[in-house]
């Protein structure tokens, strides 16, 4: 379990005498109404070791970070000064001449328990002062993990918000033949590094849904053609069945206390939403419309439920308490709206919206105001929040392609990106970050 592996240690560095600081203030203003972020220059240097460790680590940080759209990392080959020693008090007018606002330095070493200890600062250069300084040891095989945790406190520093490097995604990897298509869950990091299969791909596999602890997953499976909601423990791999409905179960996802289990029953050709207590396993029965009720996403506080539903002759969004009392709709744009999912932070719903023969990835504040559309194709569908709330994944699939890919973007829509995977890919989740 690699958060028995892990040890964090925040600590003063004895050679300068300096100690763990948090900034007194941000230098990346994050604004998303002006729609558009200019990244801060840093410049990220090979951390000092014995072999190619350093520079593998520093490399994943500048990738973590210039994946942000907030950073923009300077090219080594204009670097003035070569840190030899990150104990030195860097030349802060050789950054400054290459216009580095921030500076990391590093060092990688071996313990002789066999451990890595990586040690990092980050310098304001124009100030002339050490924002943070801090160290991690971990086992060798962890060290790409520490390069995100890294990019995590660095993102943190310099923005004053969590980051979200340290955090994986689970997802339906799609193989083979369009007409044999083969399903699996798989999990990856959230650059897409170290992807590992959940199932053998047997049976088609749906909407896989991280647990608040990071340490199960909810998915639908047609094992034996029989549509049915499972829960996975990550660690174990011991996997259940929720429970034995009637109809088809849809769309299950976790409360966020992760005590309840939210999903799309169907019965007599209407779905309706129903929570099940995973103690009891007793169900309730939140909406009672002869529609089509589904992808039920609870807000942060779980006090509040978004679904979509055609119960007004098309597609939309509506809102509902989380007895199922006041049920309102939300979206009145053209089109229709799908797949909705409450950001972490609250402040924000994002969706797939079906418009013009295009599909869009947008999001709206949760009375339905504000709609802002973040990209546009021939398909994009299935959003999914970074654990921060400032970048969504979902899966695109342009036309002639033989089958869909991840992608990335944040709330200005000016940064998108694609997630390299070994397979086609469709229903990302994003976990919470990791511990």
């Not at 558009?36 to 520079?55: E, W």
């Not at 994986?168 to 083969?182: D, L, N, Q």
């Not at 807000?299 to 098309?314: C, L, W, Y």
Request: proline letters at 6%.
């Amino acid at each position: 379990m690699l958060k028995r592996c892990l040890v964090f240690l925040s600590v003063a560095w004895a050679g300068l005498g300096l100690i763990f600081v948090a900034p007194a203030y941000a230098l990346v203003e994050i604004d998303i109404s002006r729609g558009n972020v200019q990244p801060l220059p840093i410049a990220i240097t090979d951390f000092i070791s014995d072999d190619g460790l350093g520079a593998d680590i520093s490399g994943v940080i500048a990738a973590d970070l210039q994946r942000s759209g907030l950073f923009k990392p300077v090219d080594r080959s204009a670097f003035i000064q070569q840190i030899n020693d990150p104990d030195q008090t860097p030349r802060f007018q050789d950054w400054q001449l290459i216009s580095a606002e921030a500076l990391v330095v590093g060092r990688v070493t071996r313990e002789a328990d066999g451990r890595l200890r990586s040690e990092f600062r980050l310098w304001d250069t124009y100030a002339g002062q050490q924002i943070i300084g801090q160290q991690f040891y971990t086992q060798p095989d962890n060290w790409r993990r520490v390069a995100h945790i890294i990019a995590d406190s660095i993102y943190q520093a310099l923005t004053g918000e969590q980051g979200y490097f340290d955090s994986r995604i689970v997802y339906v990897s799609e193989s083979g033949p369009k007409t044999a298509r083969k399903r699996q869950l798989a999990i990856m990091d959230q650059d897409g590094y170290n992807v590992r299969m959940l199932t053998d791909g047997q049976y088609m596999v749906l909407t896989p849904r991280f647990s608040p602890n990071r340490q199960e997953v909810t998915y639908m499976s047609y094992e034996n053609d029989q549509p049915r909601v499972y829960l996975l423990q990550l660690e174990t791999g011991q996997r259940e069945v929720v429970g034995n409905f009637p109809g088809m179960t849809f769309a299950p996802r976790f409360s966020p206390d992760g005590q309840r289990i939210i999903m799309s029953l169907q019965q007599d050709g209407n779905a309706n939403i129903y929570t099940m207590d995973l103690r009891t396993r007793a169900t309730t029965r939140l909406t009672s419309t002869a529609a089509i009720d589904t992808s039920p996403s609870y807000a942060p506080d779980g006090n509040q439920i978004v679904f979509e539903s055609d119960r007004g002759g098309r597609q939309q969004l509506y809102v509902m308490n989380a007895d199922g009392s006041n049920q309102r709709r939300i979206s009145f744009g053209d089109g229709s709206y799908s797949t909705p999912v409450w950001s972490p932070r609250g402040d924000l719903i994002a969706f797939t919206k079906q418009s013009g023969g295009k599909f869009s990835i947008g999001v709206m504040k949760p009375d339905g105001s504000g709609e802002r559309i973040l990209t546009t194709g021939f398909h994009n569908e299935g959003p999914t929040w970074a654990p921060n709330g400032r970048v969504l994944m979902f899966f695109r699939q342009n036309a002639g392609e033989g089958g869909p890919h991840l992608y990335s973007i944040d709330l200005t829509g000016y940064n998108e990106q694609r997630i390299s995977t070994p397979d086609f890919a469709s229903d990302p989740a994003w976990s919470p970050l990791l511990e």
